[in-house]
């Protein structure tokens, strides 16, 4: 069965800090791979998407930057983080072809201070 | 840009009332989903529906895709406490990547 991981699951950090934040995915290969925010209570904004190994589509300009060095490997990052890249972000994966169901991680709380 | 709008966005019922959610956008899409989220979780999915006109029914709960492809909708019969939660449609352009609505915050009181 597939698997997916994702941490830390809260986080507080200072502005102008980095960050990273990892996600993985067992059981599957060649996932699609997403990372999304949310605020509170609202809908999810797709920030970053990938249907392979370097191959990243940046859907909302920002101060954030994702990298997927492996196949199963996803990771947000930024060189320094602003008060409002705070929220609630989440990783997902879904299958690489047709239409299909994303399944997602539970998420990190970050808060930036 | 938000290409789903949700309506409402906030909705505070009665157990036993019925509720219809609506979904919608000005662009087509090859399938529609519907999840829910509990809070601090990710969403889970409730339905997908790919055929225009579909209607898919889980126990209480009835989802349409509109016949253009562009909207849906959820209806709950006779809401339950446990049906509180965040529901979220998402659309999705054949193999493209998955976009999310914005969100209908549904608080169902005993």
């Known amino acids: 069965s597939q698997t997916i991981h994702q941490w830390p699951a809260t986080l507080v950090q200072p502005v102008g800090s980095p960050l990273s934040l990892e996600c993985t995915v067992e059981?599957?290969?060649?996932?699609?791979l997403y990372w999304y925010r949310q605020a509170a209570g609202r809908g999810l904004q797709l920030l970053f998407y990938?249907?392979?190994?370097g191959q990243i589509s940046s859907e909302v300009p920002q101060n954030l930057s994702a990298s997927r060095p492996q196949d199963r490997q996803f990771i947000l990052s930024s060189k320094k983080l602003l008060l409002s890249d705070s929220g609630f972000y989440l990783c997902?994966?879904?299958w690489g072809r047709g239409t299909t169901e994303a399944f997602f991680g539970q998420g990190t709380r970050l808060t930036v201070v | 840009t938000q290409l789903l709008e949700q309506s409402p966005q906030f909705l505070s019922i009665q157990e036993g009332e019925n509720l219809t959610v609506y979904c919608n956008s000005s662009?087509?899409?090859?399938?529609l989903q519907w999840y829910r989220q509990e809070p601090g979780e990710g969403p889970v999915l409730l339905v997908t529906?790919?055929?225009?006109?579909e209607v898919k029914k889980l126990k209480r709960l009835t989802f349409q895709f509109g016949d253009a492809r562009k909207d849906s909708s959820l209806h709950i019969t006779a809401a339950q406490p446990g049906d509180t939660g965040l529901y979220l449609c998402a659309g999705q352009k054949y193999t493209d990547k998955l976009i999310f609505g914005t969100g209908t915050r549904l608080q169902v009181f005993p």
């Open positions: 990938s249907v392979g190994i």
């Open positions: 529906v790919v055929t225009g006109g």
């Open positions: 059981g599957t290969s060649n996932p699609n």
């Open positions: 662009s087509v899409f090859s399938s």
């Open positions: 997902a994966w879904s």
